[in-house]
DNA sequence: TATAGTTGTCTATAATAATAGACATTTCGG
DNA sequence: CCGAAATGTCTATTATTATAGACAACTATA
């Protein structure tokens, strides 16, 4: 595990941010797990090749993200080291996915509209282009920290009350099941990951440049006729997606 | 769709591949379909909330990917929008699985080495740690695109001669065919999105900066008995991974 | 054949990222 | 209690990234 680590000029990703990363992945691997600290800011400088200050920047960001804290005169401890693991399965529900990992979990409406559905969100509910559908924002957190945040479409005529229930339950789970529908199952999710953009960043409270991954997916009811679509986007350093067949 | 797309500063991303980026990802959604053009530069200029030139640094990229072409005076047309579908199921299969979105699939062994199985390779595997296992390098492309690049390991004394079956038949399936498997499923999957190193980088000629998804997975025999333990990165911007449940 | 609307190229300047070196400060073990 | 090994802070310099403006070159169309 002692092998140079390598890290690319002139991409357009600073030296910093791509070591905050890799240092970021050892940590969640369990690399410095026998110590418990990163190595010092020397050494990884010139493991990377880069200069101290370069490392210093990587170690500062994560320092920002509480994933290390630095002492001055011992080193750099790891604070966290875990990452969510969130399941994907036929019954994908977010707060019973996360289980133990976290304590307490909340899902909270950012905004909602009543709009006609078009294209993609059409398509996936199969609903005529036009039709009026339910769309809430949404962001998840698990013990305080923000996770993933989605955005969600109905169909407006058979769940006219989602946004209240939502925004009542703190969950889509029990608004579905206050609506009629005590079951419902995933048919279909792709997945695709990118730069966060700003609005994630915020939304999110990710360190700057970070990652997303973006969930799209479509909920039916156990007759199959499409109930939800929902794009999701998780925050990509904070989770692991487990998928479950 | 016109609302202002947002980019941030000072986050170790440079604003021109955060706009690439971005870029990318509407026309792989679908957004210039009307005209098979991007916008002109000082409109997403605008849009951006940037300069001209950084905007033109964004389409660089993108064309140096192949993805659109500037043509003086005309504005610039998108050359490819797909992204590969890969589809990730309990029987997983590199070829079979894009299916006809290639007319050609390759896999090129890059390396391979015997040795010890250890920590989470020793666990995927269910063997004692110490316990020989083969470990291959493989490459995908698909019509001559590079796809991923995965590191697989397989118990050494179940399947002895698994790299020079995979060198001569191009093929994991196959390989385990002639070593007397017919038949193996996915265990488990997790993914972790993340920016490329360097290796990653050359290998799967990305442009420099981009993410790749990061999935590892544990394959084994109708008996439920572990044979595989596969790290594959995929080149996110390049495939969406489809989730069959 | 003008002309509006594009992309291409050039120069200049400012802001940010990275390198380099020196030295202060703190912790911990001998 | 000294000294080695860390992190913290400061200054200076260079390279890269971003902005700004002007104008050339090309395309399509009225």
Redesign the pocket.
């Known amino acids: 595990m002692n092998a140079k680590k390598v890290v690319e ?4 990703v ?4 791509q070591i905050a990363d890799l240092i970021r992945l050892s940590i969640s691997n369990g690399d410095y797990d026998q110590t418990g600290m ?6 990884l400088a010139s493991q990377f ?6 490392v ?2 990587a ?1 500062a960001a994560l320092a920002e993200e509480g994933l290390v804290q ?7 401890l790891i604070q966290r080291k875990e990452r969510l693991s969130f399941p994907i399965s036929r019954r994908t529900r977010f707060a019973q996915g996360l289980g133990d990992q976290a304590r307490e979990t909340e899902a909270k409406l950012l905004a909602q509209a009543t709009l006609a559905a078009a294209g993609e969100v059409a398509a996936g509910l199969g609903i005529a282009p036009g039709t009026d559908c339910i769309m809430l924002d949404l962001m998840r957190s698990a013990d305080g920290r923000p996770v993933s945040c989605s955005t969600n479409f109905f169909p407006a005529d058979r769940f006219p009350h989602m946004a209240e229930q939502v925004e009542r339950l703190g969950s889509i789970t029990k608004a579905f099941a206050a609506e009629g529908l005590p079951d419902y199952v995933r048919v279909s999710t792709e997945l695709v990951a990118r730069h966060a953009d700003a609005d994630e960043l915020a939304l999110l409270r990710l360190s700057p440049g970070a990652i997303v991954i973006e969930a799209t997916a479509v909920n039916a009811d156990p007759d199959g006729v499409p109930v939800q679509f929902a794009r999701t986007r998780f925050a990509a350093d904070r989770v692991k997606l487990k998928i479950e067949t």
């Open positions: 000029r002139q991409t357009g600073a030296l910093w941010r990163i190595p010092p800011e020397i050494v090749g880069v200069n101290r200050h370069t210093r920047s170690l630095a002492i001055q005169g011992r080193g750099t």
